[in-house]
């Protein structure tokens, strides 16, 4: 499975172009009876679900999480259920879950679970309304609301920060997720419909790929030169090194002298795994992308 898979994979946002969902809660006729906090036991199957988990004090509770759930460092240690969209069904079976906790695009798996009394709870995320509802609806299920109401208000605290701290000057931003080692071929960027979309309008940015039709699109050498963006903004490997990253994109985009980006050497790119799970950890994101744009001056 190459980067861009696991990318669509691990953020529905990235992983699947189905339409926005509203966060909802599925519960079997009849309904199985509340587990308490410290009897239950639950599935998460996307990495930004695990998080959650663990930042609600839950990870005790956790008993199956999927191969791309790798931080924090203590969901390493849970029983692996398989991938997201082709997860172990006995496996899961067998760790005799109380609930389960999934995504829009796993909802035939839901159905299935929820066959055998297993509650189950559907989250969307693929705008930021998303993520801060699917902590909340997540803290409702397991009743840990007060700690989730908590760590949405410390993500709102971190945006309303960004409104007050915005650049006089609007940059035209491309914000890459993929490309070719080297080349500037396979190019994917950062399209409408998506929280990485949300968070550049939030710091003050225009996304050039904006109206784009798909939410994740390919695009070309030549397009990006039409486009014209200021900054070059590129999600590089979670374990890179951000200069030695930074270095190399500019590089390869030096074979674009004409474009603005690389003329007045405005490409960069940030690393971390959480750049890519719209989970708990989204207000680091913010954070980071507000800083970085407001170091590129006025």
């Known amino acids: 499975m190459n980067r861009l898979q696991t990318l669509v994979l691990a953020a529905v946002g990235l992983f699947t172009m189905l339409a926005l969902f509203v966060t909802r809660e599925r ?8 587990v308490p906090v410290t009897d239950q036991r639950i599935l998460s199957l996307s990495p930004n679900i695990t998080e959650t988990l663990f930042a609600l004090g839950l990870g005790p509770q956790v008993v199956g999480v999927t191969e791309f759930c790798r931080y924090p460092a203590e969901a390493l240690q849970k029983e692996t259920i398989g991938g997201l969209l082709n997860p172990n069904i006995e496996k899961m079976f067998a760790l005799e879950p109380t609930m389960a906790i999934m995504l829009p695009a796993q909802e035939d798996l839901a159905r299935k679970l929820e066959a055998h009394g297993i509650r189950t709870v559907v989250i969307g995320n693929d705008r930021m309304a998303d993520i801060l509802e699917s902590i909340l609806a997540i803290g409702r299920a397991t009743r840990t609301f007060d700690r989730a109401a908590q760590l949405t208000g410390s993500i709102r605290d971190i945006v309303a920060k960004t409104q007050i701290d915005k650049p006089k000057r609007r940059w035209k931003v491309m914000m890459v997720v993929e490309r070719q080692p080297r080349m500037l071929t396979d190019l994917y960027v950062v399209g409408p419909g998506t929280y990485l979309d949300e968070i550049l309008t939030m710091i003050g940015c225009e996304n050039v790929y904006g109206n784009a039709l798909a939410k994740y699109p390919t695009t070309t050498v030549e397009e990006v030169l039409h486009r014209q963006p200021d900054v070059i903004i590129e999600l590089g490997p979670s374990r890179a090194n951000r200069e030695e990253a930074t270095a190399e994109a500019r590089k390869t985009w030096a074979a674009i002298p004409n474009l603005e980006a690389v003329r007045n050497g405005r490409v960069f790119v ?19 992308m507000a800083a970085l744009v407001k170091g590129l001056g006025e």
């Open 27 to 34: 519960t079997p006729p009849p309904p199985p009876p509340e």
């Open 270 to 288: 940030m690393t971390g795994d959480h750049l890519l799970v719209p989970g708990p950890r989204i207000g680091r994101t913010i954070a980071e």
